[in-house]
Every structure is written in structure tokens, then in C-alpha cells.
């Protein structure tokens, strides 16, 4: 993660955070997400779409959604795109970052689970 000055502001720096903190919850021992072998598979492609759909979603529980929406909305099209055809794409991504989102805010099930067994 680049450092807080490297970004043009506050939202932006937490954006890319958020982006990045989705990609964690995909590990094996947190949501399981499979990820891509390589650029632009439809794996990969899939990861990208959830985690900046976490990102968006974590950014309007923050309060600065409106002024992320343009880069996102941007980000996400081309992913979207990437992955024409499948008509169960946005449902299944949305499911997806919403229990990425869930995680990272410690709001998910699973988490009780690990806490327990700890």
C-alpha cells in the first residue's frame, strides 16, 4: 500500500485501503475466494470486481462515497466488461464484497468462529 501522500486525497488513500483489505479477505482461512492465476482471468477479474465493490461499499459506511463513485464506477466497467456473458456476475460480486465488507467491519459469522477458536 502506497503511503497517505502519495494519493491526491483522504478518500482516494482510503479507497485503495479498502480495495486492498477486500484481496486479504479472500485467503483461505478467512472467505475462501478463489483468485486468478494471472492479469485478466476470469478469476482475477472477479477478485477485482469484489474488492472494489467492498471498496465503494466500505467508503459509503465512512461517509465519502459520493466522491469515490467516479473512479469506481470507471474501475468497475472495465472489469464488468472483462467478464461479459455471465448473467450472475453483479449479483455474485455484490454477495461476495458484501461478506468482504462484513469481515473487514467484523460484522461477519465466521469471525465469532475464529475468536472461539483461538
Request: aromatic share 10%; glycine share 6%; with cysteine.
Amino acid at each position: 500500500m502506497p503511503a497517505a501522500h502519495a494519493f491526491d486525497d483522504s478518500e482516494r488513500y482510503y479507497g485503495t485501503l479498502f480495495h486492498e483489505l477486500a484481496h486479504s479477505t479472500g485467503h483461505e482461512s478467512r472467505l475462501d475466494r478463489p483468485f486468478g492465476k494471472s492479469f485478466g482471468d476470469d478469476l482475477y477479474s472477479r477478485e477485482e470486481l469484489i474488492a472494489e465493490m467492498t471498496s465503494a461499499m466500505l467508503a459509503g459506511v465512512c461517509g465519502f462515497a459520493d466522491s469515490t463513485y467516479s473512479a469506481s464506477a470507471s474501475y468497475l466497467d472495465s472489469w464488468i466488461r472483462a467478464l461479459k456473458g455471465d448473467s450472475r456476475l453483479v449479483v455474485d460480486a455484490a454477495t461476495r464484497a458484501q461478506k468482504a465488507a462484513d469481515w473487514i467491519l467484523g460484522e461477519h459469522p465466521a469471525i465469532a468462529q475464529v475468536d472461539q477458536a483461538a
